[in-house]
């Protein structure tokens, strides 16, 4: 169903989506067949990975030799992850690594309640983690969040409203931010700000492409087409910020900030004259930006 799904054209899939939404099914269907689904961290290795790969561009970590055994963080870290969706695993991999406080936070209650430890078990150690679920069998969602001194907040903004100032030294998202509503972006930003740390620093791997095939097809539309409550609540909606824009958000709200492991189409895989007036008349690099990790400190 899955691989059928992603051979669908783009405003076929965009149909399909915006109807599929207001069918009264559950969350967990349409993950099951592929056609809704907040992220793929239940892939324990590749989330694990994605993990230790922020950690080490945060330098935040006590070795840079990942998979060499006992690694831990530097100090004695408060950890946030900005949307987590179908999976709690941060909250596990933070407190093998000596975390002292995890907060997940997300827009809404995706994550499962099944744990499967032993999947789980079997990943952290691939990569000579600890594992702090080792010998408990049967967990329940709230054990696992005592276990890992982790809380799960799922109010998205609100939630962040919720912690207190200086509460975090370090934040990291997956491609997370591009899906935050554009009218709440710049608050989600200065919150972020708020609650870290001085010298507290956010990891954020960004992907700008659409979420429609993989290219720029959501620059189409309008702003009030695109920002409406039909489209923003079908499960294929992200905030259409554009690279530079983006930066300037952070710098604004008060961060210092620099860009790694930025990627770049070589040609718009959407012409410039399919766009909307407000993204066709912007500078081509800008539109050529793929995917980008933006490291923010205060």
């Known amino acids: 169903m899955r691989a ?44 694990i990975t994605q993990f230790l790969e922020h950690a080490s561009t945060a330098s935040i970590l006590e070795s840079t030799d990942i998979g060499s055994g006992d690694l831990k963080f530097k100090n004695y870290l408060t950890v946030l992850e900005l949307g987590p969706g179908d999976s709690l695993i941060s909250a596990v991999i933070a407190k093998s690594l000596d975390a002292k406080k995890i907060w997940l936070v997300d827009a809404g ?55 207190p100032d200086g509460s975090i030294d370090y934040c990291f998202s997956n491609a997370v931010l591009e899906h935050v509503q554009k009218k709440d972006f710049y608050r989600t930003i200065t919150e972020l700000y708020r609650l870290l740390k001085p010298g507290g620093i956010c990891v954020h791997r960004v992907d700008l492409r659409d ?8 620059l189409r539309f309008t702003e009030a087409t695109w920002e409406s409550s039909l489209f923003a609540s079908s499960g294929f909606y992200t905030n259409r910020i554009r690279f ?19 990627k770049n189409w070589e040609h718009l895989p959407t012409a410039r004259i399919s766009m909307d007036q407000s993204f066709s008349s912007l500078p081509v690099e800008d539109l050529r930006v793929q995917v980008f990790d933006l490291i923010a400190i205060k």
């Open 4 to 47: 059928n799904w992603l051979s669908l054209p783009w405003r076929l899939r965009l149909l399909i989506k915006i109807i599929l939404s207001r069918l009264p099914f559950p969350y967990s269907f349409w993950k099951k067949i592929g056609i809704f689904e907040h992220g793929d961290m239940n892939n324990f290795h590749k989330a």
């Open 109 to 163: 209650n995706f994550a499962g309640y099944e744990v499967d430890n032993s999947s789980m078990s079997t990943a952290l150690r691939a990569q000579n983690l600890s594992d702090p679920l080792f010998g408990v069998t049967n967990v329940s969602l709230s054990e696992y969040l005592q276990i890992c001194n982790c809380e799960y907040l799922t109010q998205g903004l609100n939630s962040l409203i919720s912690i």
């Open 211 to 218: 979420h429609l095939g993989g290219a720029l097809n959501n």
């Open 244 to 262: 530079g824009e983006m930066l300037k958000f952070f710098e604004q709200a008060g961060f210092l900030v620099r860009v790694e492991n930025k």
